[in-house]
């Protein structure tokens, strides 16, 4: 070194004393510039919690999963923000957390700004061509080519194709749920085997290994949003993750193929397997992370959003009413479902009034893709994670008013307000919102008209054989809470 002899081991140990110095003084440096960047935005003394996963805070907690949320931005205000060690979150340092109407509207109209998704989610690492993970890099990028082979799926005619088979797998819904209370049970899973229309053992298996498949990948992306990469890999998680992509593989393998679906009828998957712009088509990769995308956006929201809808129709016999009047003025088994809102309005007011109570995407993500200050004082850096959280929208007193709590369909009568946004907004919105009404709403129509009419007829001989002829209906419900456990 410079002709002085310096030994190996002091060059040795120079080095282990200043590397980590170096490193320290460059996180120092980074932080405090951060620091500064963040000065104006409020932040909670322990973000630590909120990036556990609300889920898994919750279980931690035993809270329900939107407290946590709910606790922060009252103690801290409508916009805040938390800066996270950047060596440990590289795609998330800086996260914005707003539920301020104006400063959504700023966020909304900067859309050269605020166009993408973050990189760097679950979705990225589970279905990373597909529409939830793909960045909006203009109209030539993938993300806006799926977007316009997908859109299709869910336009009129497609609708209408989808209509019978909606109602088929109704008419089997009414066939299990009355099969299992006929048996005794409560739960709507699938027909006893006894049961002549009961699935074959190894379509059981089948069926059953499929919805496994489907929720280890909807945990998987979940799980993978905010945790350290390696850790997915632990043999046993990483072994189920295996082999439930084996099986959602094969299983759309097997529909591409035809094997599994009548050829006669209208089939998403294929639609989107023969879907081309100028002879530009899908490759087997993406057109399985799409259908993946699809399974994963589509499934969770609307059958949670249905089961939210159903439990409240049970809690408030008054609305159970007026969904029957209305489901029992139509015939549910033959009606196009193209415009739920406009066939069945009641019930449509019921599905969203459970949504904006029980709201199943509780925040709406973008990532800044240059420097952007908003409300004239929040300084954000290119890369900042913006959450926009609908959860408070949703329960905003200042929206809905103080009977903001209590589920009242009639305030959807003139539909949502501007600031209220379930489905997204701008060119990431939900694609399959027209798919989730027809699902969502006329399955709640037609549980409740099918749960009443066996409740009725329950009732019935009930009150003939079992109780007390002169047994008044509870809370002047004719018929009892659909929900067993729940009759108030
Ligand atoms: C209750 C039902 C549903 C709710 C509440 C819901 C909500 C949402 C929300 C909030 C987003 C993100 C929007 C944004 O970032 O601005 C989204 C995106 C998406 N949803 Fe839905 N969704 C529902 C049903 C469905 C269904 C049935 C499908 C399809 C089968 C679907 C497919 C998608 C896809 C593919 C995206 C990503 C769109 C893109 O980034 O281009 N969703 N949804």
Redesign the pocket.
Known sequence: MGGVDVPNWCVAAGAAVLTPAAIYAYLLRQGRARQAIFAETPQPKEPGPIFAGIVELAKIQGHTPLEPLKKHFKDLGLTWGVRLPVWLFPHMEFLFFTADPAIIAEIQSKKDVFHS?PSGTGFASTVPE???A?R?EGPQSS?AL??RL?AP??SDRFLEGYSSQVSDKADMLRLVLNANIEEGEATMTLLPERHPQALSKGDTERELSFSDAGEVLLSETQRRTGEPFLARYWPPRYLRWLSSQKALGKRIDEVLEGGVVDPSRLNMLKALQDAHEEGRKMSKAELRD?IL???L???E??G???SWALLEVARNPEVQEKVLAETSALDLDNMPLTNVQASLPYTWMVWQEA?RMH???IQ???QAEADVTLGGKYTLPKGTLILIC?LILAHSEETWGSDVMAFRPERMEQGYPDMY?????????????R??YV??VYLLAFIVACVAQWYLYFDFVASRFLYNKNSKPQNGCPYPSMVPGLRR
């Open positions: 998704r597909g529409l939830l793909l909006n993300w799926h977007r997908v799926l869910f799409e995308t699809l399974l956006a589509g499934h929201t609307t949670y959003t249905t949504l709201p199943t995407v709406h993500a973008r609908q946004l379930p489905f997204g907004f701008g060119g990431r919105a939900c694609i399959g919102k798919l989730a699902e969502g």
